[in-house]
């Protein structure tokens, strides 16, 4: 499974999301139960775990992808604090819950299919669907916990609906674009049980001459070893 310029937007903007600068008062050092669902090859958790001091526990379903997942994990300097679980997230029940949760969930519902039936899973909600997803954030996350959500455009609106109806309140919401030229293709969203007034914000990757944009470099230039 590829590793997604997308994906590691939304990694970077979560771990920016939560830092002190950005949200007064806070303090990663409080994220001590940290949850990734889907985390594919571990990517998400890769990123989280140089922001933050508590465990990682990463949810995977598809076994070559989870097995990944594990072997960047024992070779990271972080394996200590990082745990895969190869499993069906419906079927994952910890005693603990969870100060924050992430997701880059399989989502292409409408899309066409590929004729490859892993591929199909990680990128389609044919194992996990959104209504599910939220399902599942809000019976594993602590009172004060904070969950983000990485979605398409043509699904925002009906995502902000489940997260409302679960008693949930949008605090950011990141819409992005691939150039000023096109059109929106992902939703970012942050929320938490908490009461706030949403936050807004636009990010393109790529200027005109497909050089990578002030705002997309600032969020990746800790990760991207060229940036």
């Known amino acids: 499974m590829k590793v997604c310029t997308d994906a590691c937007l939304f990694g970077a903007w979560v771990a920016d999301m939560i830092s002190p600068e950005k949200s007064p008062g806070s303090n990663t050092s409080k994220f001590q139960n940290i949850l990734d669902i889907g985390t594919g ?19 995977e379903l598809n076994p070559d992808a989870a097995m990944q997942a594990r072997e960047n994990f024992a070779v990271s300097p972080w394996a200590a604090r990082l745990h895969i679980f190869q499993t069906n997230v419906l079927d994952f029940l910890p005693e603990k819950k ?11 519902e409408s899309d066409l299919h590929s004729g490859d039936a892993a591929k ?39 995502e902000e609906e489940l997260i409302a109806a679960a008693g949930f ?19 970012m969203l942050l929320f938490s049980k908490r009461e706030a007034k949403v936050k807004n914000q636009d990010i393109v990757i790529h200027d005109a001459e497909r050089k990578y944009t002030a705002e997309f470099t600032a969020l990746l230039k800790g990760y991207y070893l060229y940036l």
């Open 41 to 59: 090859t571990g990517l998400l958790s890769l990123m989280l775990a140089q922001q933050t001091t508590g465990d990682i526990d990463a949810i």
């Open 98 to 108: 969870y100060q924050l949760i992430i997701s880059n969930p399989p989502f292409f």
């Open 120 to 158: 199909n899973a990680a990128k389609h909600d044919t194992t996990l669907t959104l209504d599910q997803l939220v399902k599942i954030i809000s019976n594993n996350i602590s009172d004060s916990g904070i969950a983000a959500i990485l979605v398409p455009w043509q699904r925002t609106v009906y």
């Open 169 to 187: 309140h949008l605090h950011q919401k990141a819409r992005v674009r691939q150039t000023s030229a096109h059109g929106y293709f992902r939703s």
